[in-house]
């Protein structure tokens, strides 16, 4: 019944910016944490940022200081600011949710959403 749906993917030009954001539903008592990969055909699925439920931060080094990621743990939603954006950054972003703990007190790991595409061309 827990699902994470992802919403703000599109086309952009270089330099432009996009707001991702995705939003668990279900019975949650709490998530430890969110994050976004991103996934380019025909290569590995990789960490584009994480953060925990205490705010602490993680970002791969190719969007240091361009991306920030954020969360409103009231509405268990996680948020990806992108700025600068570059034509490298095309890719389809999926949300995860790890360690999710349920109101049945039961917990889930590696919680997908479905991706939302991600397209910076001029």
């Known amino acids: 019944q827990v699902q994470l749906v992802e919403s703000g993917g599109g086309l952009v030009q270089p330099g432009g910016s996009l707001r991702l954001s995705c939003a668990a539903s279900g019975s949650i008592f709490s998530i430890d944490t969110m994050g976004w990969y991103r996934q380019v055909l025909g290569k590995q699925r990789e960490l584009v940022a994480a953060i925990t439920s205490a705010g602490s931060t993680n970002y791969t080094d190719s969007v240091k200081g361009r991306f920030t990621i954020s969360r409103d743990n009231a509405k268990n939603t996680v948020y990806l600011q992108m700025n600068s954006l570059k034509p490298e950054d095309t890719a389809v972003y999926y949300c995860?949710?790890?360690?999710?703990?349920?109101?049945?007190?039961?917990?889930?790991?590696?919680?997908w959403g479905q991706g939302t595409q991600v397209t910076v061309s001029s």
């Open positions: 995860n949710a790890d360690r999710l703990e349920t109101g049945w007190g039961r917990i889930i790991y590696n919680r």
